[in-house]
C-alpha cells in the first residue's frame, strides 16, 4: 500500500461529513441513463486493471445507496476464464476487519444492519484485489467511506491492492485524511485509471 502518511491534515468533522453527503447526493441525482454511461466507461477501466494485475481472487462490494453497480462487470470477468473467484466482504463485529466470502452469481444472501446482502456462510478468502466504493475522494488516493473505518482496519491487516472505484463527481482537492486512513493504490472512475497520487498509468 502506498505510504502516504505526511497528506495528513488537520481534522475536520463537519467539513468531511459535508463532502461525504454532498457526493453521495450528486450520485443519487444521476438519472438512469447518464448513470449506464458511465457505468460501461468505468466497467473499461477495470478492464485493463484486471488485465495488468491479473488477480484471481477479486472483492467487490454490493451497491449502495447508487454507486456503481459492479455485478454484471464481475459476472463477465467470472465467465472469461476458469480458476477466478469473486468475493463480498462481511462485517462480523464492529471496530474489526471485514472478512472476505465466495459470491457466485444468484447464490442465497443474507442482509447485515444496513440492509446490503452478503454470502451467509464460507471459508474467509484473501483478495488479490479489492474494488474499493468511492464517496468523496481526492488524487492521492484517499476516500471517505461512510464513517464506519471498516476499509481503512481491513486494508491495513490484509496485504492485497486496493482500487477505489466511483464517478468522477466525488473528486475533491482533499479528502482531510487522518493518520489511520488508508490511501487506495489506484483509482477507477469514468475518466480513466489512476495511480493513487493522481497520474494515469503511460499507454
Known amino acids: ?8 491534515t488537520p481534522y ?9 453527503d454532498e457526493a453521495v447526493r450528486r450520485r443519487e441525482a444521476l438519472p438512469a441513463a447518464q448513470r449506464a454511461a458511465l457505468e460501461g466507461r468505468i466497467e473499461a477501466h477495470l478492464d485493463a486493471l484486471c488485465a495488468d494485475l491479473a488477480p484471481q481472487v477479486l472483492a467487490f462490494c454490493w451497491p449502495w445507496r447508487a454507486e456503481p453497480d459492479l455485478r454484471p ?13 469473486a468475493a463480498l466482504p462481511v462485517v462480523l463485529e464492529r471496530h474489526q476487519p ?3 466470502r465466495r459470491w457466485l452469481p444468484g447464490m442465497q444472501m443474507e442482509l447485515d444492519r444496513h ?21 468523496a475522494f481526492d488524487a492521492a488516493g484517499f476516500r471517505l467511506g461512510y464513517g464506519g473505518g471498516y476499509f481503512d482496519r481491513t ?21 482531510l485524511p487522518q493518520a489511520h486512513d488508508r490511501p487506495m493504490d489506484w483509482l477507477v472512475t469514468e475518466a480513466g ?3 493513487a497520487g493522481g497520474t494515469a498509468p503511460a499507454g
Open 73 to 85: 462487470w464481475v459476472t463477465r470477468w467470472l465467465s472469461a476464464a476458469p480458476g477466478r473467484c
Open 98 to 100: 471485514l472478512v472476505f
Open 155 to 175: 486494508l491495513a491487516a490484509l496485504p492485497t491492492v486496493a482500487a477505489g472505484v466511483g464517478f468522477e463527481l466525488g473528486r475533491t482537492a482533499s479528502v
Open 12 to 20: 475536520d468533522a463537519t467539513l468531511r461529513q459535508t463532502l461525504r
Open 115 to 135: 440492509g446490503i446482502p452478503h454470502p451467509p456462510a464460507g471459508a474467509a478468502l484473501r483478495p488479490d484485489l479489492v474494488l474499493v466504493p468511492l464517496n
Open 193 to 195: 485509471l489512476f495511480r
Open 1 to 8: 500500500m502506498n505510504d502516504s502518511s505526511c497528506a495528513v
